[in-house]
């Protein structure tokens, strides 16, 4: 391996294409493979990063002149009991093989993000929330065990009651304590391939606010769609979709909903036009005057509410629905900045940073809302209260100013006593992270660490920035 190291260069970029990193890129298909990657590592002084689709929003699964471990092929669904709802699977799977391989049984996994696309181990890595963290918590909460190989060489199994210091700490650990090899799950049943959905506009931010947290006991599941670049009045408005769960009975049709056939996302829309080209077609709008009227179109069309039934997949994986969409930010890419503020400080401090934006000119073109509850992982985002996440083009001209101004979003949210999401925002820097975390629980994971890693072979671009 190490007199072959050149043939594993690569160029790598984060999901939003706004950061590059040039690394050794080695792929792994067994714990032997792991370990051989830990030893070569040390051997030549080089750090490493584990990347499962590698397509966090900023920079957790890049290593600048370091090697990335290539974790997409340890892909196998290992074991699989439809009666109990339990599966074990290689870290390398992806939600969309499992979902796949769990729906038509009659269950669902318990925890999605906005894509299908991600694997299980970055998904623990980040303990990823969906729709239905008010009510389930993230993902970490319903793994019932995993094992991870440890740069030491150590193999090691842990549950919510084996080892579990570093089960609440390797989940949401970003990778840097362990590499997850094999992760048992249990499923969420499902009566149905649908989910229903009531739809309702909100004319400002309090509303948005208000709608998420009333409504959110009879749903399972709430998101908002906000128009970050309303003002005025204005400020704040959007949509809001509120999803529960079939129960038994109420599909009819629920063997034949419950097919992988009905789930497909189609490739065309209006069964036209083939959706691998759409980007281009939204790219000529990507900009502050062209995004003021689509955001405009659609909420005038939000403004009737409605209930509609949607398969599991088509409401979950919203933003599968376009390949490549975030190629029509153009070649400078975009950040995603997400903020997570308790409920009682979030107004004034979303109001602020939206306006912010508008004053410099930086509006964000896509804002999406969500409800969350703490939990115990030690790296968490968790709040008792809610998260926006902004869509930010990046431009040549535009990237010194938006990074500044993203500093001063963290400021506004630290000052609220919100916290930061270690997968998404690619500005927060040391300081802000341990104003966030706290002096304890960044010496607890140092403490960690130093067991786990005494060489200090796992970093990451993103390690190095918010513990460098
Ligand atoms: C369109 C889109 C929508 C999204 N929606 C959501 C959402 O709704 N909710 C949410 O919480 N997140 C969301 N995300 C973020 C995404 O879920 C996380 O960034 C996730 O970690 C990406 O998974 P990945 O397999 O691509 O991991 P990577 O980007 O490859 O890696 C992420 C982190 O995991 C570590 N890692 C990867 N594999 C392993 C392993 N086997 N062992 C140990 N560490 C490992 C990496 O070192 C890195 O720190 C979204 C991202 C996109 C692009």
Redesign the pocket.
């Known amino acids: 391996m190490q007199s072959n190291l050149n043939r594993y260069f690569s160029q790598l970029e984060n ?1 939003g294409h706004s950061l590059k990193a040039s690394c050794y890129r080695i792929p792994v298909k067994t714990t032997e493979d792991i370990y051989e990657v830990f030893q070569l590592a040390k051997r030549l002084g080089l750090k490493v ?9 900023n920079d ?2 890049l290593n600048g002149g370091g090697i990335v471990m290539d ?1 997409s092929g340890l892909n196998q669904i290992q074991e699989w009991d439809p009666a109990s709802g339990v599966v074990r699977c290689e ?1 390398g799977v992806t939600l969309e093989q499992l979902w796949q391989r769990v729906e038509p049984d009659g269950w669902w996994p318990p925890v999605v ?3 299908m696309k ?2 299980l ?3 623990l ?2 303990n ?3 729709k239905n963290n008010f009510q389930v918590g993230p993902i970490g909460e319903h793994v019932v065990e995993f094992t991870a190989t440890l740069p030491t060489g150590a193999l090691v199994t842990c549950s919510p009651t084996k080892n579990a210091d570093l089960f609440y700490a390797l989940i949401s650990g ?2 840097m304590l362990g ?2 090899t094999s992760i048992t799950l249990k499923m969420k049943r499902i009566h149905s391939g649908l989910i229903s959905v009531d739809a309702w506009h909100v004319p400002d931010l309090r509303r948005q606010l208000n709608g998420l947290l009333e409504h959110a006991p009879d749903h399972d599941y709430t998101v908002g769609w906000l128009d970050a670049i309303a003002g005025g009045k204005s400020l704040g408005r959007g949509q809001i979709h509120g999803a529960r769960q079939l129960k038994e009975g109420e599909d009819p049709d629920a063997q034949k909903t419950l097919q992988l056939s009905f789930q497909h996302l189609p490739d065309r829309f209006f069964g036209v036009v083939p959706k691998s080209g759409l980007h281009y077609f939204m790219k000529p709008v990507m900009n502050n005057f062209g995004m003021r009227f689509v955001n405009m179109g659609r909420y005038v069309s939000a403004l009737r509410a409605h209930t509609f039934r949607q398969s599991h997949a088509a409401f979950h994986f919203l ?1 599968d629905y376009v390949p490549n969409w975030e190629r029509s930010f153009g070649r400078g890419g975009l950040i995603q900045y997400q903020s997570f503020l308790p409920k009682e400080t979030v107004e004034d401090a979303w109001r602020e940073i939206i306006q912010l934006s508008h004053r410099n000119g930086l509006p964000s073109y896509l804002g999406v809302t969500k409800r969350h509850r703490p939990d115990k992982f030690l790296l968490t985002h968790g709040v008792d209260g809610f998260s926006l996440a902004l869509d930010f083009k990046v431009t040549d001209r535009n990237r010194r100013r938006l990074g500044a101004m993203l500093q001063e979003f963290d400021r506004i949210v630290l000052n609220g006593g919100g916290r930061f999401y270690f ?1 998404k925002n690619s500005e927060t820097s040391a300081a802000s992270a341990r104003r966030f975390l706290g002096d304890e629980t960044i010496a607890k994971f140092k403490r960690l660490k130093q067991r786990c890693d005494p060489n200090h072979l796992l970093e ?1 671009d ?1 390690y190095r920035r918010v513990f460098g």
Do not use: D, E, K, P
């Open positions: 999901f990063t584990a990347r499962g689709a590698g397509i966090s929003y957790a699964s974790m870290s993000s906005g894509t991600t694997t181990g970055g998904c890595a980040a990823v929330h969906g970003l990778g590499v997850f933003l997968a990451s993103l």
